[in-house]
C-alpha cells in the first residue's frame, strides 16, 4: 500500500511558475514509477511527466520544455516544476505511482491538486 499526498497548487498568472510536492509514504521499496496527470472537468486524465526508478523522464509534448519533473529520495518525495504558464495548464494535478508485484502493476493516486492560471 502506497499513500500519495499532493500540495503546492494554487492561482498563478500567466507566465508564472508553481511547484507541486507529491509525498509518498507506506510500500515505497515496491514503487518503480511515478507522474504527474491533470484532469479538467468533462475530460481525460492526461499524463503530464513520469519518471522511473532509474531516473528516465517523459513529457506530455503540451508541457515539454516549459515543466520539469524531479525527485528528493531523502524526502520520498517527488516534485513538478511548472514554468511559462499558460491558462490551458489549469487543472486538477494528481500524483500517481505505479507499484510492480509477482502478481502485477497497481497504480495509486493523491487526491489531487487544484492549479489555477489566469490574470
Known amino acids: 500500500q502506497v499513500q500519495l499526498v499532493e500540495s503546492g497548487g494554487g492561482l498563478v498568472q500567466p507566465g508564472g511558475s508553481l511547484r507541486l510536492s507529491c509525498a509518498a509514504s507506506?510500500?515505497?521499496?515496491?514503487?518503480?514509477?511515478m507522474g504527474w496527470y491533470r484532469q479538467v472537468p468533462g475530460k481525460q486524465r492526461e499524463l503530464v511527466a513520469a519518471?522511473?526508478?532509474?531516473?528516465?523522464?517523459n513529457y506530455a509534448e503540451s508541457v515539454k520544455g516549459r515543466f520539469t519533473i524531479s525527485r528528493d529520495n531523502a524526502k520520498n518525495t517527488v516534485y513538478l516544476h511548472m514554468n511559462s504558464l499558460k491558462p490551458e495548464d489549469t487543472a486538477v494535478y494528481y500524483c500517481?505511482?505505479?507499484?510492480?508485484?509477482?502478481?502485477?502493476?497497481?497504480?495509486?493516486w493523491g487526491q489531487g491538486t487544484q492549479v489555477t492560471v489566469s490574470s
Open positions: 519518471i522511473t526508478s532509474g531516473g528516465s523522464t
Open positions: 500517481n505511482a505505479d507499484l510492480l508485484f509477482e502478481s502485477g502493476e497497481y497504480d495509486y
Open positions: 507506506g510500500s515505497i521499496f515496491s514503487i518503480y514509477a
